[in-house]
């Protein structure tokens, strides 16, 4: 099932969705998420103040400080997208 770029604030997804849909910004094929990726994503679920956004972002999920979000730390990302960008993103 592909998952659309621009996701519906509105709508439920899962963590699978979440980083499904995550990788589709990882635009240098890196596995990790940047701040201008990061960036890319949150103006895609038309997100206010991204860049300031991003970097907080990165910064809240960023547990080894090397400016990425790698797999080990999607997790601190979905937090920060509840929290601060009103995704609803669920376990089923």
Same mark, same amino acid.
């Given at each position: 099932?592909?998952?659309?770029?621009?996701?519906? %604030?509105?709508?439920?997804? $899962?963590? /699978? *969705?979440?980083? *499904?849909?995550?990788?589709?910004? /990882? $635009? /240098?094929?890196? +596995? #990790? !998420? &940047? @701040?201008?990726? %990061? #960036? @890319?994503?949150? #103006?895609? !679920? #038309?997100?206010?103040?991204?860049?300031?956004?991003?970097?907080?972002?990165?910064? =809240?999920?960023?547990?080894? +400080?090397?400016? =990425? !979000?790698?797999?080990? *730390?999607?997790? +601190? %990302? !979905?937090?920060?997208?509840?929290? &601060? %960008? +009103?995704?609803?993103?669920?376990? =089923?």
């Amino acid at each position: 099932m592909a998952v659309a770029t621009t996701r519906s %604030l509105d709508a439920d997804m $899962t963590v /699978d *969705e979440f980083k *499904e849909w995550l990788r589709r910004f /990882d $635009t /240098d094929r890196d +596995g #990790r !998420i &940047n @701040r201008e990726e %990061l #960036r @890319r994503a949150m #103006r895609a !679920i #038309r997100a206010r103040f991204t860049g300031w956004r991003s970097r907080q972002g990165i910064s =809240y999920a960023d547990a080894d +400080g090397d400016g =990425y !979000i790698d797999d080990s *730390e999607v997790d +601190g %990302l !979905i937090e920060f997208a509840q929290k &601060n %960008l +009103g995704l609803k993103i669920v376990a =089923y």
